[in-house]
C-alpha cells in the first residue's frame, strides 16, 4: 500500500502571504500526485497535480514541488486571499495498487482579511 | 461538460436499514471510484469500478457494496447500517482510471440514528 502524511493539520495566514503545506510517502513506485480543495459542504476539487518525471509545476498563484529522492512533494500558495481558506488534502496514486488515491489527513488553511 | 452528480445529498437512516447511493460520472468517463469521508478517518477508498467490473477493493467490510452499470453510472449499497457509518460518500470519476486525475461529486451524506 501507501501511506500519505501531511502537514500542518491547521495553518493561518494573512492575507498577501504565502502558505505551504507538506506530504510525504511511503512507496517510491506512486507516480501521481495531486493535490484537492474542499470547500465546505463540497467535494474535493482538483486545483494542481504533478508527475513523479516533473521535480515542479507551477498554475499562477499556485505551485507544487517534488522531490523523489526524500518522498516529500509541497503545495506553495502565494499572495494568499480569502477564498483560498479551505481543507486541502494530497493524495498519492501507487500503480502497483491500481487507482486507488491514497490520501493526506488534510489541512485546515484560513487566510485572514 | 456536467460535473460529477450525486444522489441523494443527504439522507438519515436508522441503525439496522441499508441504503443506496447514485453516482452519475462525467460523459465519457469509464471508472468511478467510491470514498468515505470521517472527520477521524479522513478520506478512505472503498471501491472503484470500470467496465461495469470491480476493478479495486479498499478495506471496508461485506456491508458496503456497489456496482456500476453499462452507462458507467454507478451505485453503493451498505446493508445493515451502523452508527459508524455515518460519514460522507464521495464518488470521483476518470477516463480510464488509471494513475490519472479523479473528479470528485459533491458527495452524500449520510447520518444514521
Known amino acids: 500500500g501507501e501511506n500519505v502524511e501531511q502537514h500542518p493539520s491547521t495553518l493561518s495566514v494573512q492575507e498577501g502571504d504565502s502558505a505551504v503545506i507538506k506530504c510525504t510517502y511511503s512507496?517510491?513506485?506512486?507516480?501521481?500526485f495531486p493535490w484537492y480543495k474542499q470547500e465546505l459542504g463540497k467535494g474535493p476539487q482538483l486545483i494542481i497535480d504533478?508527475?513523479?518525471?516533473?521535480g515542479e509545476k507551477k498554475d499562477q498563484r499556485i505551485a507544487v514541488t517534488l522531490n523523489k529522492t526524500a518522498k516529500h512533494f509541497s503545495l506553495h500558495i502565494t499572495e494568499t486571499q480569502p477564498e483560498d481558506s479551505a481543507v486541502y488534502f494530497c493524495?498519492?496514486?501507487?500503480?502497483?495498487?491500481?487507482?486507488?488515491?491514497?490520501f493526506g489527513t488534510g489541512t485546515s488553511l484560513t487566510v485572514i482579511p | 461538460k456536467a460535473g460529477v452528480t450525486q444522489t441523494p445529498r443527504y439522507l438519515i437512516k436508522t441503525r439496522g436499514q441499508q441504503v443506496t447511493l447514485s453516482c452519475s460520472p462525467i460523459?465519457?468517463?469509464?471508472?468511478v471510484s467510491w470514498y468515505q469521508q470521517t472527520p477521524g478517518q479522513g478520506l478512505q477508498f472503498l471501491f472503484e469500478?470500470?467496465?461495469?467490473?470491480?476493478?479495486n477493493k479498499g478495506n471496508f467490510p461485506g456491508r458496503f457494496s456497489g456496482r456500476q452499470f453499462s452507462n458507467s453510472r454507478s451505485e453503493m449499497n451498505v446493508s445493515t447500517l451502523e452508527l459508524g457509518d455515518s460519514a460522507l460518500y464521495l464518488c470521483?470519476?476518470?477516463?480510464?482510471?488509471?494513475?490519472?486525475?479523479?473528479?470528485f461529486g459533491p458527495g452524500t451524506r449520510l447520518l444514521v440514528l
Open positions: 470521483a470519476s476518470s477516463y480510464q482510471g488509471t494513475e490519472e486525475t479523479q473528479y
Open positions: 512507496d517510491s513506485a506512486s507516480n501521481y
Open positions: 504533478i508527475r513523479s518525471n516533473v
Open positions: 493524495a498519492a496514486i501507487n500503480p502497483n495498487t491500481g487507482n486507488q488515491f491514497y
Open positions: 460523459s465519457g468517463h469509464r471508472s
Open positions: 469500478y470500470f467496465s461495469e467490473t470491480q476493478r
